[in-house]
């Protein structure tokens, strides 16, 4: 009977020296949203679709609260588009998303405050005007204009971002910061900046790490 | 008597509606019940599929050469669509559909990012009785480098200099994993490449920085000219073979490839400078003089910037590999006790019969029965490391830049070994003017002269995915997301690929 236990004993014994156990940080950590102001545990991922939405809308609203923009007595003419909108992070995006929902949200918003240029569309309104004055196709209903029309601001802007990875924990951070300047277009000046800042960790579960 | 004669009414009209097709049925509710029946066939034939109808519809809409890897790509689902994916995309770059090649390396890189927290297929890669390639693929470091690396390449020949050097730069990024500080972003190339993305942008502030660290991985680097407009890049000899190594196959090892021996590669570029006008101010006014177009030819001797196999090599210990020695050091200590219970048994058996004992026999047979399920247990445990390996990836890269007068140029390389030429089939040269720069991609083997399936697969794991709910729900997701977003077909041969 003693042997019969003995051998339990070391079947127990071999079970124990099992493998080890899973320690807290073997475990995946959800990405989770951090307040941009504070430091985060150790870092995170990029920009997301939120991001854009919650971005666009905080610049409209500073934008429209700006008065050597919005208070123009004349409306100003505005091109906002990605030309002069720099990617200098380590994530890949299309920028176009960014400064079209900027775009379309402030056209929608600023009811007739600004005027928006169609710059990225020159070639398709130079196209309908060569059509007009060849008499290919009729005048229309709002005139002709002797030029397209001219910009008297336009947004420029940057995307930046710094990583950091936590070997023994798997943690990944990553800071990224978008600015945007509103550049007068004869003067040279900055006539409205703002910057949106995201900063998010995560870790991948052991297995992948 | 009027509620039976109702309930018999209601159980008739029910019957009618559960019996096979009739002559009274419409030819609609035929062709419903006919594909009901097909489905159901389907079912019992092919569980919850891929079905055969479904998968030649998904192949037959992708080009001819790519469809044994889109059929695996579709058949094998999320557990390695990463290295399905990846190796897709290597193909098609050489094959000429970019299209393709950026969808894959797209899809692959929002896997590679993905962070996978609670999911079952990585619990179950931790499991004592599971392998770890029961988790979905992602490579390896030096394989996750390698999809940024292709899918700045492809950037940099749509002239996205912005993407392609935040691919490189990510690239490098994967690099920061080594254990061995020595060994942590020395993968001098993703530098180089960011570099020059930046000095295509006209940032030579940003260039210098990446050059400079590049010349950190690799002092022999040097960084571009400040009128160089030309990348040449050379990818050279065979992936790193993944190898099991340790007493349980528990430990990733790797191997150097055999069979690849060229250490040097030159491009020869010949190509015409356009002719042009311009005024020249005379005694007879200004005049406009037309400058004719001459030929240019020039020669161009890339160098090593990275290794892949030593990226490889080098990354040190995974966080895995605790996982993996536990399960390995179970495996071990119950077999060895699965030993000794039966040697021990097997003993006070013998003893037994011989004095007639039966408490000794009672013991004995126990021992035994514990040694017969100690070894079953070690049977069942798998320590096995994960070996599936992205198998079209080069050796090493050898990177050249310069200044090429012309856009319109055409390139030849040519491959060594000690400084001697090597006759290797030729392989098709990826040549692209989209922006400021030009780029120059080739390499000395074959991205297609691979096994139809990638190395270190798992049958059995695939198989049995077939039995667990949550991966089959995540694999028709998987091919439904495939049949709808896939990359617009593009069956005909690209005719721009220069050869």
Known sequence: MHIARGLAAISVLALIAGPASTRKSDRATTTMNLDPSSQGPVGGTGIGGSDVVAMADQMVRDMLATPQLANLRTPPQIIIDAEYFSNESSQRINK????DRLRVSLNRASQGRFIFVARNRADMVAAERDAKRSGAVDVGTTGLTRAQAGADFRLSGNIASMEQRNNRTGMVQRFTQITFEMVDLERGTIVWSNSYDIARASADDIIYR | MRKLALQAAAAALALS???????????????????????????????EGPYPDEIEAYVAQRPEPLRPAYKLLFTQGENVAVLNLERIAIASIQ?????????????????????????????????????????????????????????????????????????????????????????????????????????????????????????????????PAADANTLFVAE??????????????????????????????????????????????????????????????????PILASSVYEQATTRGGRPVQGILNGKAQFKSATDTASNVSTAVGSGLLQAAIQNGNSGLGNAGLAGMGLGLAMKFMSKAAKADADVRAWDNLPGSIYVATGHVPTSTF????????????????????????????????????????????????????????AFAQAAVAKDKVFRATLINDGVPAAIVAPAALAR
């Not at chain 2, 509606?17 to 609609?28: C, E, R, V």
């Not at chain 2, 030729?426 to 297609?448: D, L, N």
């Open chain 2, 17 to 47: 509606s559960i019996a096979p097709a009739t002559l009274a049925d419409t030819p609609n509710q035929a062709a419903t019940k006919a594909e009901a029946k097909r489905l159901r066939e389907l079912r019992r034939q092919y569980g």
């Open chain 2, 236 to 301: 050279l000899g065979l992936a790193p073979l993944k190898v099991k190594g340790g007493a349980q196959k528990e430990l990733l090892t790797f191997g150097a490839p055999q069979g690849a021996d060229e250490d040097g590669v030159n491009f020869a570029v010949s190509g015409e400078i356009a002719g042009s006008t311009k005024m020249v101010r005379g005694k007879k006014g200004t005049q406009k003089v037309t400058v004719p177009g001459k030929p240019y030819s020039g020669a161009f001797h």
């Open chain 1, 96 to 99: 176009d998303i960014i400064t």
């Open chain 2, 410 to 465: 055409r390139t030849n390389a040519v491959f060594l070994y000690k400084d001697s030429q090597l006759t290797l089939a030729p392989q098709p040269i990826v040549q692209a003017s989209a922006g400021k720069c030009s780029v120059v991609w080739t390499r000395s083997r074959s991205a297609t002269g691979i096994d139809a399936a990638a190395p270190g697969i798992d049958p059995g794991v695939l198989r049995a995915r």
């Open chain 2, 95 to 223: 094959l000429g559909y970019y299209k393709d090649a950026e969808f894959a390396l797209d899809q692959a890189l929002a896997r590679i990012e993905a962070v996978y927290a609670k999911d079952a297929q990585a619990e179950k890669a931790r499991a004592l009785f599971h392998k770890e390639s029961n988790k979905d693929y992602k490579g390896e470091p030096y394989e996750r480098a390698m999809a940024y690396y292709y899918r700045g390449l492809l950037y940099l020949r749509a002239g996205d200099y912005e993407n392609a050097r935040a691919s490189f730069e990510t690239a490098e990024f994967q690099d920061t994993v080594a254990e061995d500080e020595t060994y942590q972003s020395d993968f001098a190339v993703m530098n180089y490449m960011s570099g020059w993305a930046s000095h295509c942008l006209g940032q030579e502030g940003k260039a210098k920085e990446a050059f400079e660290a590049a010349a950190k991985g690799n002092a022999k680097l040097p960084a």
